[in-house]
């Protein structure tokens, strides 16, 4: 089984997969790629709420993460969930966490796994702090299953790598399709100038992100830029903040793990002995009660799709005045206020009470930062891993039908010979059934 998650436009119930359609006591091995909430957080779930009883594997720095996101998930899930029915709503209670977490096995990347007969071995990915691709052999045939990855270099992590052995199917990620990103660098220099911009205007920046994982990456892009503008910005002139109840917590672990990302942050800590993740420019909030709103500033806020909470309440209080900015640099999925406002409603309605409405009159931008390949980078890896058979997920429909066409096209002159590449984007709970011979038995 790869990978357990919710879906994040849906509550209780409702957000979990498929799982009835599958004996999940039939599962030998579960892995999980990466901390993000649609790909760990209904783990406590599968865990204690089900037949499975299998092993469960992840990377030291996603099970050190793990931990902490989802007490977050837990808590955040339970507000205002009062009556005894709408209890049960809730998948899962700390205690179901904290007995899950003590069954977590851990693995490092580059080694290799055997648990009666199925082989894996845990590759980077990119993307997040701890992200892996897992390639799994069963009886000679090989699997590469690529989670959410990224191949772009990036300031902080190791981009996804390329295993050294052939794999016959890929499970590839499908995020943006056939979309082109910008470069890095024009990127970046869009934020800050977007940003610079709206604070010497005496506007207010919102960024929702996900607690953990490229907020990290932001603050990095924007400690520098406060450094190298400090006569302008610097010295709390312009405050930057992190508001998270899981900002400490989750700064503690990507200094413990600075050893896991790549040359340059390594180099970086060693050369100036000081942590890069202990920031001069950015302070920590955990609500907004200790947060005096007095002129412009720059927030970074969870959660990322402004479904409810800190990022949501600073949205409603700052989204009236037109001269403050939302900038949005995740990935937005669809049913979630962060997709609806990129249409640029004239209103919203309030999270704690839908009836009222909020008008809409600040600007709305999109930089993604979100570290999921472009179509390029998607195909040049595709093209490394060569295997025969490929396998879409992790986009919504359009997109991935699109990808599938532009794979099906770049592989054309193999159609009909024997290494002819055949691309699947089933639906949930649709079965890809493939052959292969000369397998051996796999105990
Ligand atoms: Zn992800």
């Avoid at 998607?378 to 891993?385: A, G, R, S």
Wanted: hydrophobic share 40%; glycine share 6%; charged share 20%.
């Amino acid at each position: 089984m790869l990978d357990a998650g919710i879906h994040p436009a849906y509550q209780g119930m409702a957000s979990l997969p498929f799982y009835d359609d599958f004996d999940l006591s039939t599962v030998d091995v579960l892995l999980i790629s990466h901390f993000h909430l649609d790909h760990a957080a209904s783990l406590p779930y599968v865990m204690q709420k089900t037949n499975f009883n299998g092993r469960v594997f992840m990377t030291h720095p996603t099970k050190a993460i793990y931990r902490w996101l989802l007490r977050d998930f837990v808590r955040v899930t339970s507000i205002g969930v009062n009556s005894p029915l709408d209890r049960e709503e809730n998948l899962y209670t700390n205690e179901d966490l904290v007995e899950s977490f003590d069954k977590i096995e851990t693995v490092d990347y580059h080694s290799t796994i055997d648990v009666n007969g199925i082989k894996f071995t845990a590759f980077h990915a990119g993307h997040v702090l701890g992200a892996a691709m897992f390639q799994i052999e069963i009886a000679g045939m090989r699997v590469l299953f690529t989670g959410d990855y990224s191949r772009e270099k990036d300031r902080h992590l190791n981009s996804a790598e390329v295993p050294p052995l052939s794999s016959n199917i890929l499970i590839v990620e499908s995020t943006f399709g056939t979309a082109t990103h910008e470069p890095r660098l024009n990127r970046e220099k869009k934020l800050t100038q977007m940003i610079h911009h709206t604070v010497s205007h005496g506007g207010r920046v919102l960024m929702p992100v996900f607690a953990l994982g490229r907020a990290q990456e932001l603050m990095l892009i924007l400690d520098e830029y406060w450094a190298q503008h400090a006569e302008e910005l610097g010295d709390g002139q312009v405050p930057i903040y992190y508001a998270s109840n899981l900002a400490r917590k989750c700064m503690s672990v990507f200094q413990t793990y600075v050893n896991m990302m790549n040359d340059d942050i390594r180099k970086k800590f060693r050369d100036s002995q000081t942590n890069p993740f202990i920031f001069k420019n950015i302070s920590y909030l955990k609500n907004l009660e200790e947060f005096q709103d007095l002129g412009p500033s720059v927030m970074l806020a969870s959660p990322g799709m402004l479904q409810s909470g800190l990022s949501r309440d600073l949205l409603e209080r700052w989204c009236p005045d037109e001269k403050n900015l939302v900038l949005i640099t995740g990935y937005s999925i669809e049913g979630t206020m962060a997709k609806y406002l990129m249409l640029e409603p004239d209103t919203i309605p309030s999270v704690n009470n839908p009836e009222v409405t909020v008008a809409r009159r600040c600007n709305i931008e999109e930089i993604s930062f979100a570290a999921h390949v472009d179509f390029q980078e998607n195909l040049e890896f595709i093209q490394k891993i060569n295997a025969t058979n490929i396998i879409l997920v992790h986009g919504e429909s359009n997109p991935m039908g699109r990808l599938k066409s532009a794979i099906l096209s770049n592989f054309n002159a193999l159609k009909g010979t024997e290494n002819e590449v055949h691309v699947f984007n089933p639906r949930n709970c649709v079965d890809v059934d493939l052959e292969f011979k000369g397998v051996k038995i796999a105990k």
